[in-house]
């Protein structure tokens, strides 16, 4: 399960403190240095843990803490708050056009998981929303990408956009665009290619389709189990790109977790969703209070 070991962790650090009817400066410095080692063995980014542990710092030495009748339990409080924050806060929506349909690029590297995202997050749209999503398989370089994106169209009975791999992406996207209006679709769901790396040529081609459908999300697709990795693409994709949020994979796997506590601060682009499993019901809107709840037990 992502995250055991930083919350075994943290969990061990905050039981030293939350009895304590008074902490001193001495405490807080052990506490935040043990929660900096955690975090970093978590492979959460270098500045990201600076940065955090001097807001804990100074809010754990400060007044609330020093006033509070439980002044241990206020400490945790504090770790609580600055690692939820760090992940977005509020957890935020996903956009809703006045003029529908609303369009939703799906961006990200080969897989990442993508097209699975497409479909989940296409299903969970139906759903919880009662929306009916247009699939578009604009990613023409790999045949199978197509194929796979109209098994995951039959699996949840929902229509795909598909032209087969001779067409332009660029027109796919504009013409799935037209045809959801002409039909009714409320959302369009954008499966773009990937590559096996960040290159120039995947993100002409993605700042092409941008262009010509100007969506209301453009959602990066991340692999939390690569970690830093994850990190430096959701910079460079959103440098390029723009992102306007994030959907976190394989959260399911036994990942670290530094992905899922440094994009928010490196990017500062939400984390919107995250993939618990390879069914397509397996996506959960990712709420950074409940993890930060989550984590620290
Ligand atoms: P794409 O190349 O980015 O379109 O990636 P795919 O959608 O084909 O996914 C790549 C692999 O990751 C597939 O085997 C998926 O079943 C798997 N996958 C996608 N999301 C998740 C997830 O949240 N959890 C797990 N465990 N596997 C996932």
Do not use: C
């Amino acid at each position: 399960m992502a995250f055991e070991g930083l919350a075994d962790r943290l969990q061990s650090t905050m039981k030293k403190i939350t009895g304590k009817g008074k902490v001193s400066e001495q405490d807080v410095k052990e506490m935040t240095r043990e929660v900096r080692l955690a975090l970093l063995e978590a492979d959460v980014n270098f500045k990201v843990v600076k940065d955090l542990i001097k807001r804990i710092k100074e809010r754990a030495v400060g007044q609330e803490v020093m006033e509070s009748l439980t002044p241990g339990q206020q400490v945790i409080k504090v770790v609580k708050e600055e690692l939820s924050e760090l992940m977005g806060g509020e957890q935020s929506k996903i956009a809703a056009s006045d003029r529908p349909p609303t369009v939703i690029m799906m961006a990200g590297l080969q897989g990442a998981g993508k097209t699975t995202t497409s479909g989940k997050l296409a299903n969970h749209l139906r759903k919880k929303h009662n929306r009916s999503p247009l699939l578009v398989a604009a990613d023409v370089y790999r045949p199978a990408a197509i194929d796979q994106l109209e098994t995951v169209g039959q699996q949840l009975d929902m229509p795909v956009f598909a032209k087969g791999t001779d067409a332009n992406p660029v027109d796919i996207a504009r013409e799935a665009v037209e045809q959801a209006k002409a039909e009714h679709h409320d959302y369009v769901i954008i499966d773009t290619a990937g590559r096996l790396h960040v290159d120039e040529n995947l993100m002409d081609e993605l700042k092409q389709i941008k262009a010509a459908v100007n969506p209301d999300e453009t959602f990066l697709v991340v692999d939390a189990m690569t970690g830093q990795d994850a990190v430096n693409v959701a910079e460079s994709f959103n440098q390029q790109l723009e992102i306007s949020g994030v959907v976190l994979t394989k959260l399911d796997g036994d990942t670290r977790g530094g992905a899922a506590l440094s994009i928010k601060a490196v990017t500062d682009k939400p984390i919107k969703f995250a993939g618990m499993g390879e069914k397509l019901d397996q996506l959960e809107p990712f709420h950074p209070e409940g993890m930060a709840s989550r984590i620290l037990g």
